[in-house]
């Protein structure tokens, strides 16, 4: 089975994309890794991120918890992002 391109929007969380090698492969960012296909296509990609091995690359690499309270908002005069915590309600 070849990937498909609308998996990489899908999953972009997930940091699946294309592998560069072939395109019976997907390659994972936070794993560092190429995994094969197979007949199982998406199926497969589920299976991966639900393992504990890529939980783990994925918290390391993109901590999600620790910006779930910020907002960020373009500074024009600056020409940067400012980051704030939100306030609570």
């Not at 294309?18 to 560092?32: D, G, I, N, W």
């Not at 390391?60 to 915590?85: G, M």
Request: aromatic share 12%.
């Amino acid at each position: 089975m070849n990937y498909r391109d609308e998996w990489t929007k899908k999953y972009e969380e997930d940091g699946i994309q294309a592998s560069e090698e072939v395109f019976t492969k997907f390659h994972c960012r936070f794993c560092s890794k190429d995994y094969e296909l197979d007949n199982n296509g998406e199926s497969k990609i589920k299976r991966h991120i639900s393992t504990d091995k890529h939980k783990k690359n994925k918290g390391e690499h993109h901590p999600t918890d620790k910006y779930k309270d910020q907002v960020s908002t373009f500074n024009r005069n600056r020409n940067t992002f400012i980051t704030r915590n939100k306030l609570a309600i």
